[in-house]
């Protein structure tokens, strides 16, 4: 019972110290709220989903790609980035091949043919980024 009460005394002195700095900051809780809300909005990273034609390719196939670009915050199209990068790279993860795709409203699209001096036989893996995800891990 008494461990209790400690636990409960602990938490109102904690309590009333952070009313205390937010009293001396001369901003309600609402507005430190509204702050930080704003600010996450404003640096949400962005998300990219990449829809092909199929999962799995042969040589001088081509890849048909559509890409959406998301805000992660509000799960909409993003509009921060109008360039999206999209590679192909190999098993030692050196990049075989890059294009650059133009984002109109978040969605861009193309293709990339699998010509075959450039693409020997392996397995290669498909990556999609944009300069502004590049400031995130």
């Not at 790609?65 to 109008?82: I, L, P, R």
Request: aromatic share 12%; charged share 20%; hydrophobic share 40%.
């Amino acid at each position: 019972m008494r461990k209790y009460g400690v636990t409960i005394l602990f938490t109102l002195i904690l309590l009333a110290l952070c009313i205390a700095a937010f009293a001396q900051a001369g901003r309600s809780v609402q507005q430190q709220i509204d702050i930080i809300s704003d600010y996450n909005k404003a640096h949400a990273p962005e998300k990219i989903y990449i829809h092909t034609d199929k999962q799995n390719y042969n040589k001088e196939d081509t890849i048909w790609f559509k890409a959406y670009v998301f805000d992660a915050v509000t799960v909409g199209a993003s509009v921060k980035s109008g360039l999206m990068y999209i590679e192909i790279v190999n098993d030692n993860n050196r990049v075989v091949n890059r294009n650059m795709v133009s984002l109109t409203a978040g969605v861009g699209w193309g293709n990339i043919p699998l010509l075959d001096h450039r693409f020997p036989e392996g397995t290669y893996t498909l990556r999609a980024y944009t300069n502004w995800m590049r400031n995130f891990d």
